[in-house]
């Protein structure tokens, strides 16, 4: 059953949606003066931030401190200072904590580059602003608002001490991030038709064909997917 043109367009938007994302190495990790340069990507917002932990590990293993110690499936992500949950998609991640109170990004005045503020710092809109659509200076693109947060989102990568008490270890072949996948995609599926049994009835080669088709962001193939789940009912 082909879906009518709106919901397709709302949903390839939805699947094309990405996010900037500046990463840095942590300072308590980085011999080049507690600084590392960083990692610039423009990132599916659907995807998952351990999907980048072995391009953030080859390109920050000049800068640690101990390169041997370290390796990409012991990487971390943190917030200011909070641990990221490696199994919710980045864009789920950006929505939840770019709002969060008391602290919100700023533009430094000097152009020093963003730092955080706390909310009784930030002057009120005033309604000539409130009107604004957008089109100055730091319109569109990097650099531009996105529900109250300046862009590109800033994380730290970190490659040790690991935080044991707020996330669960990953592992090599990437089997509890799939797993993780698979369990919200059962959430999702009960939630949306009242039934798991659609994604209950898929084979290992369809669950796999489904996780693959997320990892490499291959639309046509999830798509398919979903239409199998779909008829499954």
Not at 104 to 109: A, C, E, S
Request: aromatic share 10%; with cysteine; glycine share 8%.
């Amino acid at each position: 059953m082909s879906l009518p043109p709106s919901i397709q367009k709302i949903r390839q938007r939805i699947w094309e949606g990405s996010l900037p994302l500046e990463i840095v190495l942590s300072p308590t990790e980085c011999r080049i003066f507690d600084k590392s340069d960083p990692y610039l990507v423009h990132f599916p917002r659907l995807s998952y931030l351990p999907f980048l932990l072995e391009r953030l590990h080859n390109f920050f293993t000049p800068f640690l401190i101990d390169p041997s110690a370290s390796e990409p499936h012991k990487g971390w992500f943190s917030f200011e200072d909070v641990p990221l949950k490696w199994h919710c998609p980045v864009g789920l991640l950006y929505d939840l904590f770019s709002g969060a109170e008391p602290v919100m990004l700023h533009r430094d005045d000097k152009g020093g580059g963003y730092g955080s503020v706390h909310e009784s710092q930030l002057r009120p809109v005033k309604e000539e602003e409130e009107g604004n659509d957008g089109e100055g200076e730091e319109g569109g693109g990097v650099g531009a608002e996105e529900g109250g947060t300046k862009l590109p989102w800033k994380l730290t990568v970190h490659f040790s001490d690991w935080p044991e008490d707020q996330l669960v270890r990953l592992d090599t072949d990437w089997k509890a991030l799939h797993d993780a996948f698979v369990n919200s995609a059962k959430e999702a599926d009960f939630v949306r038709n009242g039934t798991a049994r659609g994604i209950m009835s898929l084979s290992a080669e369809e669950s796999k064909k489904l996780w693959r088709s997320v990892v490499e962001l291959l639309r046509a193939d999830y798509e398919t997917d979903i239409q199998d789940l779909d008829s499954c009912r």
